[in-house]
């Protein structure tokens, strides 16, 4: 059975970091492109980052980019997002998600499995 479980989430004050977390489990991580998405209520699902270690590619929204850093670990099946000089537009749930690479206008349509989600909330 496929799952993703995401945590890291909290509280963290604009400036702040947070490590987010997802591990998967009923497939190997290299098989599929792995990616971040956060959604707020009322906005679409817009996608932060994605990793592919088949292709050797990476995505980084430009709201993200030189602040957020994702990476992957295939001998634990976690991939991480690392967040750094957080803001408050970033506040947001944020959703791991596998599938396959497309492009990033259409991410989300390549994605087949999803997790949960954890929230992150930037305040001070």
């Known amino acids: 059975q496929v799952q993703l479980v995401e945590s890291g989430g909290g509280l963290v004050q604009p400036g702040g970091s947070l490590r987010l977390s997802c591990v998967a489990s009923?497939?190997?991580?290299?098989?599929?492109?792995m990616c971040w998405f956060r959604q707020v209520p009322g906005k679409e699902r817009e996608p932060v980052s994605c990793?592919?270690?088949?292709?050797?590619?990476?995505y980084y929204a430009d709201s993200v980019k030189g602040r957020f850093t994702i990476s992957a670990d295939n001998a634990k099946n976690t991939v991480y997002l690392q967040m750094n000089s957080l803001k408050s537009e970033d506040t947001s749930e944020y959703y791991c998600?596998?599938?396959?690479?497309?492009?990033?206008?259409?991410?989300?349509?390549?994605?087949?499995?999803w997790g949960e989600g954890t929230l992150v909330t930037v305040t001070s």
């Open positions: 009923g497939f190997r991580l290299g098989l599929y492109a």
């Open positions: 998600a596998a599938g396959s690479w497309y492009p990033p206008e259409s991410l989300r349509y390549g994605m087949v499995y």
């Open positions: 990793i592919s270690s088949s292709i050797n590619l990476t």
